[in-house]
């Protein structure tokens, strides 16, 4: 017998939409939410067949295309948040408004300013009890969770400097069609905001805030590509961007990212050096990470290779087998990010990307913009992270 029920509205059916959705229906392999019964209730789209689709193949009881309608539905206790950026704050506003617990994909908004605006709105005193998440789903894969675990517990000792990057080719071939992710009107930016904003994430849940951008360089190569009636039209953000951060105490280093990166189709790595060692997450070696500890005979030491298992961030919760080496893969990212936010709700906690951690995130890209605006080291205000 269920001890509680949570019924969930989706909206925005298109890609991470229904990785959201694949989320829900795997959620109760997590111990903790255990007696909790998941319920698709409502799927929205502005395109109503993807949103019939979406309900057909994954169990929603009922589809539409209106925002409203879902929102107004008092059976309907989460909604996750799945659309293009310049969409979000309009329909978060009506969403927080709605007093429902809310999970949003990352990035909160267009900018800063965005950004800003609907944190202020979940810290409302009327939204207390309600969870307000932001999906950075990077930080739920187990190889990453142990170099966070690695650099907090003090095995690699403090980091010196680090190297990120998240490389992709999905718009490598410049007859990939024109959509919002090519307009900096519809996506507040390219390649940085879309990716690295995931790159970024990471350097901050393993070495810590970002505490200034030093430099940074945008660059556009496929200046046009046709949309789906054939038009032409302009590219308006970044396909390749590169940044220099300070994070953590005191820890330099680059984050590299680019959508026109043929021959690494998804690709976010961090590594991070440290004052007694090394460690190395690569999502193209998903489930293992390397760890280098400067101890021992120095004839013999050397990066030792970890296969993720039970003991690593999330593993147990969301792995077919709970045994090390069986391994998991991004969809499971999903999953756990789910069941984090869902156990947010039956506890009453927040997640540590809520919408204040996030609206943080938004303003390191904000000063990324500005320092390759302006060619001068720019701030960054830390804080709001957990
Ligand atoms: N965490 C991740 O790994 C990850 C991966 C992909 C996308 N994302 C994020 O998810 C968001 C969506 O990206 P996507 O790739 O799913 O985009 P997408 O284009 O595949 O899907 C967006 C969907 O939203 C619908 N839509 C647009 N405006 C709407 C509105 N006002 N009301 C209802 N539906 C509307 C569109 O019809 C479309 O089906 C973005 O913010 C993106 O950054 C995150």
């Known amino acids: 017998m269920p001890t509680k029920i949570l019924r969930i509205g989706l909206i925005g059916a298109g890609m991470a939409g229904q990785a959201h959705a694949f989320g829900y229906r795997n959620a109760s392999m997590a111990d903790p939410l255990r007696g909790v019964q998941v319920e698709l ?21 009922k589809w539409g295309s209106s925002v409203d309608e879902l929102l107004a539905d008092p059976s309907i206790d989460a909604v996750s948040v799945a659309l293009p950026n310049n969409q979000h704050v309009d329909v978060l506003t009506k969403v927080l408004a709605s007093g429902k617990h809310v999970l949003t994909e990352k990035p909160l908004g267009l900018d800063g300013s965005q950004a800003s605006q609907l944190a202020a709105l979940a810290a409302d005193p009327a939204r207390k009890g309600t969870v307000d998440a932001v999906g950075f789903s990077y930080r739920r894969i187990p190889g990453l969770a142990a ?30 069609p024109f959509t919002w992710r090519f307009e900096a009107s519809t996506s507040g930016g390219g390649a940085l905001i879309d990716i690295g904003a995931h790159a970024l994430d990471a350097i901050e849940f393993v070495v810590g805030p970002v505490r200034e951008v ?24 970044d396909d390749a961007a ?49 760890i280098h500890l400067a101890e021992g ?33 991004y969809g499971e990212a999903f999953i756990a990010q789910v069941q984090a936010f869902l156990g947010c709700i039956v506890n009453g906690t927040q997640m540590e990307t809520n919408f204040a951690a996030a609206a943080a995130t938004m303003r390191i890209l904000d000063a990324a913009n500005e320092a390759a605006a302006t060619g001068r080291a720019v701030p960054v205000e830390t804080g709001a992270h957990a």
Do not use: C, W
């Open 41 to 61: 209730a409502h799927v929205v789209d502005a395109f109503a067949p993807l949103a019939q689709d979406v309900a057909e193949r994954y169990g929603f009881e």
């Open 147 to 176: 170099l966070r675990d690695a650099v907090a517990e003090g095995a690699i000792g403090e980091i010196l400097h680090f190297e990120a990057s998240y490389y992709s080719d999905h718009a490598a071939d410049p007859a990939v």
């Open 214 to 237: 030093q430099g940074a360089n945008f660059a556009t190569y496929i200046t046009e590509r046709k949309d789906a009636t054939g038009t032409v039209r302009p590219v308006t953000n």
């Open 242 to 290: 590169a940044v220099l951060l300070v994070a953590g105490r005191n820890a330099m280093g680059v984050l590299q990212t680019s959508r026109v990166a043929y021959g690494r189709p998804n690709a976010l790595t961090l590594t991070v050096f440290g004052v007694r060692g090394s460690a190395t997450f690569s999502t193209e070696d998903f489930n293992q990470f390397t």
């Open 297 to 329: 005979d120095p004839r013999f030491d050397g990066p030792r290779r970890v296969i993720t298992g039970p003991l690593h961030g999330a593993y147990s919760d969301v792995s077919s087998f709970r045994s090390r080496g069986v391994g998991t893969g």
